[in-house]
């Protein structure tokens, strides 16, 4: 049997691919990415970005009531998002097998809030099974179709930041020939309306209590008895922190299957015990489930409710030992803040935000470091589309003064996702708000997916490209402007005249994103004699741009020559170099 080192979503991919897998469809969100794009390398599977989570998650349960064994990937925000249908699914049950992989964030390393989704699981009524590393991605994506099918029901994959992106070594295997399952009209099962909702509950119920069963014999749930009086109750990645922070010296009740969970297998391993500990990140989700049974277990008195662990907390909360002395890095480390790339295309148009002095409702993209110094320009960020919406709710309380020194900012794959309907209810509820559709050609901040708005799929295959400037105007917005940020001089004119409306209106700051391999830059920019060290190119906040001995320079090992800087200049002191 042949090995692979893969990063945990690389491993999920495979084994879907194993299982037989018919359909992925998904909206790209880190850390659940690479799932989807590690799809595209088997040509057996329909694979796809759909445009938003709840789409993504209806094209796969459509998928799994047609017979199919089907897969839908998220972050643990873009479970919010697709919650509506995945309730409902639950009800429902499957035809071929359906899996929602979901992959949390502690840390918040690129997310707006920590969220732990075993709570999804227990509100829905779903089995969820928790992996530790890459082998077990596969072996549980695998297992997560049978348990489906078997249940049926859909199963919930718990990943979260360092189970997806850290590597391990998995054994890969051929793929299963899956047939597709019969499809029958069966109006009772898969027409939810109250009358056979009702019935359907009955259902999850009976099935709930069976899958309480299986948790209590399922080898997903594992005992290691080394002989200790101390005893760690834990799952997923916690799992692996503890057992490099404690070893052998004590005994570990390791859970793959993490809703519903067991209660005569925790009772038996307790036995005996003297302490008996839960290590998992998040929230106390298994800690109060063995309290509500009555065990007394240490948790969160002395395990943080916030971010990631690491083995020397789990060393020092357990055996009060600190970690094993480490030699510093001499050589000072430079500080790197997060800031937009050289070159990006969203700098002039919060240069131009932040020189006018306007609000800036903002949402979730590259483009939320316009929150950052210099630019300091987002005013408010909740959520996907959100910036449209929330807009509309200021201008609403506030009047239309206000409104006429507030816009909008959202991505060109964000406004696919949620911003349509927002802009929609704009226009029905007679606003007057200004929304800047930022145009960057892709889907930016997750590793660059295209979209509905790219005019190609996943694989890279010619499609039909959504036109924003003709959909705004289907919306019933009568003014739309496409400009160029970078123009700094015209796209401060257009804000400026279109922030004056009384009716809605539509700017689209078109430029593609300067990561992309279509977009070729020449040349650097570079300082000449006519400087008089204004500084108003650091106003920009280009990490190519700093001051030194009281100078501005240019470093031409980051500078990629968008000319951003030249366009701003107001003494032309900065010119392209050939």
């Not at 279109?498 to 078109?510: G, L, M, T």
């Not at 920009?540 to 020559?561: R, Y």
Request: hydrophobic share 40%.
């Amino acid at each position: 049997m042949a090995k692979k080192l893969l990063i945990g979503n690389a491993a999920v991919a495979q084994g879907a691919w194993e299982a037989g897998v018919h359909l992925v469809s998904s909206y790209p969100g880190t850390p659940s990415t690479e799932i989807t794009e590690s799809m595209v390398q088997y040509p057996e599977v329909y694979v796809e970005w759909a445009p938003n989570e709840k789409v993504a998650a209806e094209v796969a349960i459509g998928a799994a009531i047609g017979g199919g064994r089907a897969m839908t990937c998220c972050k643990h925000v873009g479970l919010n998002v697709m919650a509506d249908p995945v309730f409902t699914a639950s009800y429902i049950g499957v035809n071929g097998g359906l899996v929602i992989a979901v992959a949390d964030d502690p840390g918040m390393h690129s997310s707006q809030n920590e969220q732990d989704s075993r709570h999804y699981a227990k509100a829905a009524k779903l089995t969820m099974l928790e992996p530790s590393d890459s082998g077990e991605c596969k072996e549980f994506t695998k297992q997560a179709f049978e348990i489906s099918e078997q249940f049926d029901t859909p199963v919930l994959l718990r990943l979260s930041t360092r189970v997806s992106h850290s590597q391990s070594l998995v054994e890969v295997e051929d793929r299963q020939n899956v047939a597709l399952k019969p499809y029958e009209k069966n109006i009772a099962k898969n027409v939810m309306m109250p009358a056979n909702a009702i019935r359907r509950h009955v259902t999850v119920e009976e099935r709930q209590q069976k899958l309480v069963e299986f948790a209590e014999t399922t080898p997903l749930n594992t005992v290691e008895d080394n002989g200790s009086n101390i005893g760690i109750i834990t799952a997923g990645i916690s799992y692996m922190y503890a057992k490099e922070a404690l070893g052998n010296r004590v005994n570990y009740l390791k859970l793959g299957m993490v809703y519903p969970l067991p209660q005569q297998k925790i009772r038996d391993f307790v036995k005996g015990l003297d302490k008996v500990y839960v290590v998992e990140e998040l929230d106390p989700f298994i800690e109060e489930h063995c309290k509500v049974m009555g065990i007394d277990v240490i948790g969160k008195e002395v395990f943080t409710l916030l971010g990631e662990y690491t083995p020397d907390m789990i060393k020092k909360a357990v055996f009060n030992e600190d970690a094993a002395p480490f030699h510093p890095v001499e050589e000072a480390i430079p500080v790197r803040p997060p800031v937009m790339c050289a070159g990006c295309p969203h700098r002039g148009t919060f240069y131009v935000l932040k020189k006018l002095g306007l609000t800036v409702s903002g949402d979730i993209g590259c483009y939320t470091l316009g929150a950052v110094a210099p630019l300091q320009s987002v005013d408010t960020t909740i959520c996907m589309g959100a910036s449209v919406s929330a807009a509309l709710g200021m201008a609403k309380v506030r009047g239309q003064e206000f409104n006429k020194k507030l816009v909008s900012v959202i991505g060109d794959s964000t406004f696919i996702h949620s911003g349509i309907t927002g802009l929609i209810d704009i226009v029905y509820n007679k606003g007057a708000n200004t929304v800047i559709i930022l145009d960057n050609s892709i889907t930016g901040m997750t590793g660059h997916q295209d979209n509905p708005t790219t005019g190609k799929t996943i694989r890279g295959e010619a499609t039909k490209q959504v036109d924003l400037e003709k959909l705004c105007y289907a919306i019933g917005v009568e003014h739309v402007v496409i400009a160029d940020p970078f123009d700094v001089k015209n796209f401060e004119k257009v804000v400026k005249e279109e922030v004056e409306r009384d009716e809605p209106s539509v700017i689209i700051a078109q430029r593609p994103c300067a990561l992309l391999k279509t977009v070729k830059y020449t040349g650097n920019c570079v300082i000449n004699d006519k400087c008089r060290n204004c500084k108003m190119c650091m106003k920009l906040g280009c990490p190519a741009i700093s001051v030194k001995e009281n100078k501005v320079v240019i470093d031409k090992n980051q500078c990629n020559g968008c000319g951003l800087c030249v366009n701003v200049c107001p003494f032309g002191a900065i010119e392209k170099e050939a």
